[in-house]
């Protein structure tokens, strides 16, 4: 079954950076679009960046525009997502998600397979 392991994060001050890694072990990633998208305390689950199967990008907001970029590095079997300046807004844990097609529109379900990670951002 498929299972992500999310990696990373961590307590940074605000301006720092963190660079998140996703791989999902005995699962080639290669041909799916992957995103990232993430939750805070008490909020619904919010895409951040997705990456498609031809290395398009989607982006479901203005908050991460400049600050995160998504990439692959297929021969390690990862997608990443590279955190700059970040803000106390950008808490949250956040998970990587699998589309056999193309990135979830804004608002449709996704399914979580893995535990997140845990990025902190203090105010």
């Known amino acids: 079954q498929l299972q992500f392991v999310e990696s990373g994060g961590g307590l940074v001050q605000p301006g720092g950076s963190l660079k998140l890694s996703c791989t999902a072990p005995g699962f080639n990633l290669d041909p799916y679009a992957i995103g990232w998208f993430r939750q805070a305390p008490g909020k619904e689950l919010m895409g951040v960046l997705c990456?498609?199967?031809?290395?398009?990008?989607?982006h479901y907001g203005d908050s991460a525009k400049g600050r995160f970029t998504i990439y692959r590095e297929n021969a390690k079997n990862t997608v990443y997502l590279q955190m700059t300046s970040l803000k106390p807004e950008d808490t949250a844990t956040y998970y990587c998600i699998l589309d056999e097609i193309r990135c979830p529109a804004p608002g449709h379900k996704v399914d979580l397979w893995g535990q997140g990670t845990q990025v902190t951002v203090p105010s």
């Open positions: 990456i498609e199967r031809d290395n398009q990008i989607t």
